[in-house]
């Protein structure tokens, strides 16, 4: 038997390379806007991306999602990575936002990304750690 016998299977295992390669894409994202690279960045997400940072409206499209990130940050702004869950092109970031000599040089947050059936990045919605 093969996937084709089981068309569940077959959809499954589309579901994993896509989200897999969500994975990769999401790394890439952080490593572009760490090196300001606005067009590597922009090749990662789909052309209706949508884009929710907090504080801010929701931005809709590709090259305002990429203005609206790199304006939220510095050119010496990084992004450290803990831990990366992925499932059901579903992406879950969680880690540091670190940007040198800031009122707030350490700010954990969590990213969760959805992944276009292209493997492209087509949401994006971030979190803040505030203390209670």
Do not use: N, Q
């Amino acid at each position: 038997m093969t996937s084709h016998d089981h068309p569940a299977a077959a959809h499954s295992a589309t579901t994993d390379l896509i989200t897999a390669a969500g994975v990769d894409h999401v790394r890439l994202v952080y490593d572009y806007l760490d090196a300001g690279d606005a067009d590597s960045c922009a090749s990662l997400m789909h052309e209706r991306v949508v884009l929710e940072l907090p504080g801010m409206p929701p931005v809709h499209g590709r090259a305002e999602a990429v203005r609206a990130h790199l304006r939220h940050s510095t050119g010496r702004t990084r992004h450290e990575i803990d831990h990366l869950v992925a499932a059901d092109r579903s992406v879950v970031a969680a880690g540091r936002r670190v940007v040198p000599d800031s009122r707030h040089p350490c700010t954990r947050f969590v990213d969760v990304f959805r992944i276009a059936d292209d493997g492209m990045v087509s949401e994006c919605t971030r979190y803040y750690h505030t203390t209670p």
